[in-house]
């Protein structure tokens, strides 16, 4: 859902699902959008694996997936 959260946004704030998304290609399209190449992603993080989870996270796999360390 975070993905979407300035979509989300910029709907409830316009009323329109599309202008965002007009707006975001405007704003690459202009010329000024320039992407930081060596910006820093962190590390693959797999949300989907339990296990993964349970390991990275311990506290909150433990409220939302039932699971225990």
Same mark, same amino acid.
């Given at each position: +859902?975070?993905?979407? !959260?300035? #979509? *989300?946004? /910029?709907? %409830? !704030?316009?009323?329109?699902?599309?202008?965002?998304?007009? !707006?975001?290609?405007?704003? *690459?399209? #202009?010329?000024?959008?320039? @992407?930081?190449?060596? !910006?820093?992603?962190?590390?693959?993080?797999? /949300?989907?694996?339990?296990?993964? +989870? #349970?390991? %990275?996270? @311990? %506290?909150?796999?433990? +409220? /939302?997936?039932?699971? %225990?360390?």
């Amino acid at each position: +859902m975070l993905n979407y !959260a300035a #979509s *989300v946004a /910029f709907e %409830r !704030a316009t009323g329109d699902a599309d202008a965002f998304h007009e !707006a975001q290609a405007r704003f *690459v399209d #202009s010329g000024a959008y320039q @992407p930081d190449e060596e !910006a820093d992603l962190g590390e693959a993080f797999d /949300f989907d694996d339990d296990k993964h +989870m #349970s390991r %990275r996270l @311990p %506290r909150l796999a433990a +409220m /939302f997936l039932g699971t %225990r360390r």
